[in-house]
């Protein structure tokens, strides 16, 4: 499934103090930001292609749909602009809820599934994973120093 970011302006703070403390709003051109989670065997993958100058700070969650806590956790990740990245994590056979979030860097502006963010721009994507992982099993955490 490929997700087009789309467009959100944020309200402007009456006052500069407020401003500081309200919560971060997704305002980026549809081609800014492109996301495609998808399956590639036993593991879920999001792509991230970011199209605009600085960069981009991504994580996944992959959450079991009839649970809460997470199979795994991806990230962060850093995606510069005009580059690819992509986030991996080897998971069980099932059903998963991809939430994720994207922040630029240095302006702060948020992409992303409800959860994890509050004001997200699109629902978690839901995939199934089929096949079983390779010799040891189980899932990961998709980081290099272990779950």
């Not at 999001?46 to 991504?58: E, I, K, L, P, W």
């Amino acid at each position: 499934m490929k997700v087009t970011i789309a467009r959100t302006v944020g309200i402007a703070a009456a006052v500069a103090g407020a401003g500081l403390l309200a919560a971060p709003t997704a305002s980026a051109a549809p081609e800014d930001v492109t996301v495609d989670i998808g399956v590639d065997g036993n593991a879920v993958v999001m792509d991230v292609r970011y199209d605009v100058s600085g960069a981009v700070v991504c994580v996944m969650n992959i959450v079991p749909v009839d649970g809460t806590l997470p199979a795994a956790t991806v990230g962060p990740t850093v995606v510069m602009g005009g580059d690819d990245g992509e986030l991996r994590a080897t998971v069980d056979p099932g059903e998963y809820a991809v939430q994720w979030s994207c922040s630029s860097v240095p302006s702060f502006e948020q992409w992303g599934s409800v959860p994890p963010l509050n004001n997200g721009t699109v629902e978690p994507t839901v995939v199934t994973v089929t096949e079983t992982s390779g010799p040891g099993g189980g899932g990961s955490s998709g980081s290099p120093f272990g779950s």
